[in-house]
């Protein structure tokens, strides 16, 4: 089966995380851990789900394909801080 491996930039992350939410980085990877497990067996058995990430978006899996939903909040907040970034990088 499949065993995902988090790469150095991943484990920083999750070193983040826990300090953040104050809890063992141990438990933040097993979360990670499990999640992406799960999503391994629901995409390869082509299942239904849609995954909720707060104030960003859903991932959501029809038969096997993915796509990103984002909130509209978050993409207009995307936009205009690149609008932003254009803006002063022309200046």
Do not use: Y
Request: glycine share 4%; aromatic share 8%; with cysteine.
């Amino acid at each position: 089966g499949f065993s995902p491996e988090l790469s150095r930039a991943d484990e920083l992350v999750c070193a983040e995380v826990a300090l953040r939410l104050h809890v063992p980085k141990a438990t933040v990877v097993m979360c990670i851990k499990a999640t992406t497990r799960v999503f391994e067996w629901a995409l390869a058995s082509r299942q239904n789900f849609d995954f909720m990430f707060k104030d960003i978006g859903v991932l959501v899996c029809r038969g096997g394909h993915v796509a990103m939903r984002f909130f509209e909040d978050l993409a207009r907040e995307v936009a205009q801080s690149e609008n932003l970034a254009d803006s002063l990088l022309q200046v």
